[in-house]
C-alpha cells in the first residue's frame, strides 16, 4: 500500500514563527503536491513539484514556500506564520496520470 | 478552463436507500476523473477513478460511479447506504496542462439510521 506520511498530525503555531511541514512518501512517485483545506472552500493547491528540486506554484501560493531535496520529502514552510494560515494540511503525491495519494493532514493553529 | 462542480453541498440518505452524489465537469480533451472520500479529521482516501473503458466504474466500499459524456457527469452511487458512509465526498478531474487535479468544493453525506 501507498503511504504518505506527515510529520504533525497537530501543530499550533505563533504569528510570526516559521512553521516546517514536512511530508515523506514510500511509493518512489515524481509528484507531490500541498494543499490546505477550509470549510466551504474545498481543497486548494499551494505548491506542487514534479521533480526533485522542481516545484511549481498552485493557487494560493503566497505566504509559502517548499523545498524538494529528495524524491520522496516535500516540505512546505510558512516564513512568518499568521492567524490566516490556520488551516488543515494536506500532503499528496501521484503518478502524472493517475490518482494522488493523501497524507493525514496536519491541522495547523496559529495564534 | 477545467472545472469541476458538486452542485450539492449536503445529500440526507435513509440506511439502507440508494445513494447519489453529483458531479458534473468541464475539460477540453478526454477527462481523467476521480472520486474521494473524506473522514473527520483524516486525510482523503480514493474510492475510484474513470481514465477509458467501461462508463460504470467500481471502487472500494460498494461504491461505483457512471461516466457520461453527453451529460459531462461523473456521479457517485450506492445501492444501499451505509450510517458508515456519512463523509465528505470530492470529485476531481485531472487538468492536462500540468499534473495537478481539479478539485470539486466537496458535498457532505449523511446517512441516518
Known amino acids: 500500500d501507498v503511504k504518505v506520511t506527515q510529520s504533525s498530525r497537530y501543530l499550533v503555531k505563533r504569528t510570526g514563527e516559521k512553521v516546517f511541514l514536512e511530508c515523506v512518501q514510500d511509493m518512489d512517485h515524481e509528484n507531490m503536491f500541498w494543499y490546505r483545506q477550509d470549510p466551504g472552500l474545498g481543497l486548494r493547491l499551494i505548491y506542487f513539484?514534479?521533480?526533485?528540486?522542481?516545484?511549481e506554484k498552485g493557487d494560493i501560493p503566497e505566504g509559502y514556500s517548499v523545498s524538494r531535496e529528495k524524491k520522496e520529502r516535500f516540505s512546505l514552510i510558512l516564513e512568518s506564520a499568521s492567524t490566516n494560515q490556520t488551516s488543515m494540511y494536506l500532503c499528496?503525491?501521484?503518478?502524472?496520470?493517475?490518482?494522488?495519494?493523501f497524507g493525514p493532514g496536519t491541522r495547523l493553529t496559529v495564534l | 478552463a477545467q472545472s469541476v462542480a458538486q452542485p450539492e453541498d449536503q445529500v440526507n440518505v435513509a440506511e439502507g436507500n440508494p445513494l447519489t452524489v453529483k458531479c458534473t465537469y468541464s475539460v477540453s480533451g478526454n477527462p481523467y476523473l476521480f472520486w474521494y472520500v473524506q473522514y473527520p479529521n483524516r486525510g482523503l482516501q480514493f474510492l475510484l477513478k474513470?481514465?477509458?473503458?467501461?462508463?460504470l466504474v467500481k471502487g472500494s466500499y460498494g461504491f461505483e460511479a457512471e461516466f457520461n459524456k453527453s451529460q459531462t457527469s461523473f456521479h457517485l452511487k450506492k445501492p444501499s447506504a451505509l450510517v458508515s458512509d456519512s463523509a465528505l465526498y470530492f470529485c476531481?478531474?485531472?487538468?492536462?496542462?500540468?499534473?495537478?487535479?481539479?478539485f470539486g468544493s466537496g458535498t457532505r453525506l449523511l446517512v441516518r439510521p
Open positions: 474513470y481514465i477509458t473503458g467501461d462508463n
Open positions: 476531481a478531474v485531472r487538468d492536462f496542462s500540468s499534473y495537478k487535479l481539479i
Open positions: 499528496a503525491s501521484g503518478t502524472s496520470y493517475n490518482e494522488q495519494f
Open positions: 513539484s514534479y521533480d526533485v528540486k522542481m516545484k
